[in-house]
């Protein structure tokens, strides 16, 4: 069964930091592209970082851009979203979701393709103090 889990996401304090992980299972992230994305309540679904399982190649929106950072665990199956210096604006679900490497017809002008073909659930961030 192809599956990607979310965890680690929680309530943070602004100025804080949280790792979210994605591990995959029932296929290998080999030759994939992997996306975190995020959706606040009243608000449209937005990619913030995308990582290429073949090169390494990352990528990341202007609103996380030096906040965070997206990278490949050892374990080759698990990606991570490191985010810091919290806002609370970042709060919202957070969902990652992989698709092969020329599976999106479409990519944002900063990188990131805007389709993939697997996803996950989503961890909730609040960021509040």
């Known amino acids: 069964q192809v599956q990607l889990v979310e965890s680690g996401g929680g309530l943070v304090q602004p100025g804080g930091s949280l790792r979210l992980s994605c591990a995959a299972s029932g296929f290998t992230l080999d030759y994939y592209v992997i996306g975190w994305f995020r959706q606040a309540p009243g608000k449209e679904r937005e990619e913030v970082s995308c990582i290429s399982s073949s090169d390494g190649s990352t990528n990341y929106a202007a609103s996380v851009k030096g906040r965070f950072t997206i990278s490949r665990g050892n374990a080759k199956n698990t990606v991570y979203l490191q985010m810091n210096s919290l806002k609370p604006e970042d709060t919202a679900v957070y969902y990652c979701?992989?698709?092969?490497?020329?599976?999106?017809?479409?990519?944002?002008?900063?990188?990131?393709?805007?389709?993939?073909?697997?996803w996950g659930q989503g961890t909730h961030v609040t960021v509040s103090s």
């Open positions: 979701a992989a698709g092969p490497k020329y599976y999106s017809r479409r990519y944002y002008s900063w990188g990131c393709p805007y389709e993939y073909s697997n």
